[in-house]
């Protein structure tokens, strides 16, 4: 198992785990399935993409074709799309991005997640979670350790600190999200939104093209530090790369990513499968943390 730390659907759907799943999580595959195709878009890393779909592949005989891209790129296409869907699901995304793009459905394994995890939309399943954490340059750091979200407002950080844009990028806006909740106390807070408008300025109009993107310029060594989240963080330090992840000072949010099914698309009762597997037991122990 990876060393990695991944928490789905806060700290890993523990009754699920505890009491088993539906008939998704048995192994055999579904003959009125195989020989299907499913698409699914997802802004999720690779490996997380590499740990779903070839095993639902191997357990139904269904075919996915992947399309990987920002979330922001992912929700535009699915709405130009809207009149002839090309995707079947939307695997990566917050809740609230699941609107009338998306199909309504509830799996059966949806009453084996935590409470605060469970389906109340219809239109959005949780499958992980990922904490908002800081990703920090072990050579640029210097002497001056950056441990909190106040340490990014130091003058000498100002152009080296990589973010993402919230508009288009869903753990940009977890990050901002957080950044709200630990500098003001709540989303609205005056104090909150005037950090957010500090931070702006010493990112010094650089912002990063995906949540990829920033982590990877931070191990490259362009940055000395990324706004970011745990899993792609933690997949830099597995590797060996010169950093460290830090848990900001002032606290770290742990929030739900999503899986949904796209409105009218053209493999309704695969997509229905490839949700209900993404929640089975199986797999949640492999994306849970080792």
């Not at 399935?33 to 997802?42: E, M, N, R």
């Not at 639902?56 to 922001?72: C, D, M, N, S, Y």
């Not at 995707?87 to 059966?108: I, N, T």
């Not at 990324?226 to 899993?231: A, F, K, L």
Request: glycine share 8%; net charge positive.
């Amino acid at each position: 198992m990876r060393t990695r730390k991944l928490l789905t659907a806060m700290t890993v759907f523990a009754l699920m785990l505890a009491g088993g799943c539906g008939s998704s999580s048995s192994g055999k595959s579904d003959p009125a399935s195989a020989g299907g195709k499913l698409v699914v878009y997802t802004p999720n890393s690779k490996e997380i993409v590499a740990e779903i779909v070839p095993a639902f592949e191997k357990k139904t005989g269904v075919k996915v074709e992947v399309l990987e891209a920002g979330a922001g790129e992912i929700l535009t296409r699915v709405k130009a799309e809207a009149n002839s869907p090309s995707a079947d699901v939307l695997l990566g995304a917050v809740r609230d991005q699941f609107d009338k793009y998306f199909e309504k459905y509830v799996s059966p394994n949806d009453k084996y997640l935590q409470k605060a995890s469970r389906n109340v939309t219809g239109l959005a399943t949780a499958y992980i979670s990922n904490g908002s954490v800081l990703l920090v340059n072990d050579k640029l750091e210097g002497s001056h350790k950056i441990q909190s979200y106040e340490d990014l407002l130091r003058p000498e950080l100002r152009g080296k600190i990589a973010a993402g844009d919230p508009a288009t990028s869903s753990s940009a806006f977890a990050q901002l999200t957080n950044q709200l909740k630990a500098m003001g106390g709540n989303y609205t807070s005056r104090k909150g939104w005037d950090y957010v408008g500090s931070l702006i300025k010493n990112l010094d109009g650089k912002v990063a093209s995906s949540s990829s993107a920033v982590a990877r310029g931070v191990a490259d060594g362009e940055y000395t530090v990324g706004v970011t989240y745990e899993e792609p963080a933690a997949n830099y330090v597995k590797d060996g790369a010169s950093v460290h992840i830090v848990y900001p000072r002032e606290g770290a949010v742990f929030l739900d990513s999503y899986v949904g099914i796209v409105k009218k698309a053209p493999h309704r009762k695969l997509a229905e499968k490839f949700v209900d597997f993404v929640i089975s037991k199986d797999v949640q122990i492999v994306l849970a943390p080792s």
